[in-house]
């Protein structure tokens, strides 16, 4: 049993798996990027900024030096958000055991390349086995997590070796996690859902219905599924725990903070209003903008992230948005299956 653990990064999810960890026993090293926040951990066993009420596990000894953190671990976690995954990589490499297993939980792009976050672990720890490497994704509100309300989540990698590790690392009494080869799709479905995410809450905003909301979340699935299927993932994961299930969870939850900007939009803000509002990361303003761009460069059909698109960086108000949808040109529901499978009318 690997007795010590790093978990990179102190922000909501990072803090509730540092505590699942602790709780199973281990020693967490949990690295926090500024030292009032590493001294309340360490002094108060608590993280009120991002979970408040929520008393955290003596096992957890937080730091602000990276390397003392992922010194000699042969696990480490990477919970921070996408603009910051190069930097922490790089921070890191100089400290990293060689045959150490790696997991990150980020769901977002590289905004300046489009890249998926095992693409730059790739890149930057080049002298490492890509079956090293796993992805953590699955719908996981950090807030239910650290309350112990059962949860399930997906640990893929390229190795089963790998992917198993994590599973056995995570499993709790109320965390339940599953393996899966398909990398791509996990980490596609975990960022792109955050996008459909802000739509649901816009058309909460605007105040339409439960019939909106539903046709958004079915139709911008078919968007996810139609992107990721184009960068090499499965289908089928999908309809699984990383695409529907977190979709589901993040479309229809207050605790999704992508949910929550869109509600504000829709209610008329600014976006630079509501990311100051909302004093965290919201990664589904990066992901809009880095699907957006994959999916002009490779001529994806992506209405709905084409019509947040135009909301959140041209200037479009949401209501008009939503007209341009609606109108859009008659299509069969799933043309791709119709014309995979050659469907034909009967008359």
Known sequence: ??????????????????????????????????????????????????????????????????????????????????????????????HLEQDALLAHATKGFDIDTGQRMTQLMEEVLADFDPGQFAVISGPSHAEEVSLRIPTTVVAASRSQRTAEAFQDLLMAPYLRAYTSPDVIGTEIGGSLKNIIALGAGISDGLGFGDNTKAALMTRGLSEIVRIGVSLGASQMTFSGLTGLGDLIATCTSLHSRNYRAGYALGEGKSLSEVLAQMGMVVEGVRATKAAYKIARDQSIEMPITFALYGVLFEGKSPKTAVEELMGRRRIHEMEEVAEAVSLRWES
């Open 1 to 94: 049993m690997v007795q010590q653990v790093a978990v990179i990064g102190a922000g909501s999810f990072g803090t509730a798996l540092a505590n699942v960890l602790a709780e199973k026993g281990y020693r967490v090293d949990l690295f926090a990027r500024r030292q009032d926040q590493a001294d309340e951990i360490n002094e108060h066993h608590t993280n009120k900024q991002y979970l408040p009420d929520v008393a955290l596990h003596e096992g957890i000894h937080a730091s602000v030096d990276i390397g003392q953190v992922v010194e000699g671990k042969k696990r480490v976690v990477i919970v921070t958000p996408s603009s910051a995954f190069r930097e922490t990589l790089k921070a890191m490499r100089p």
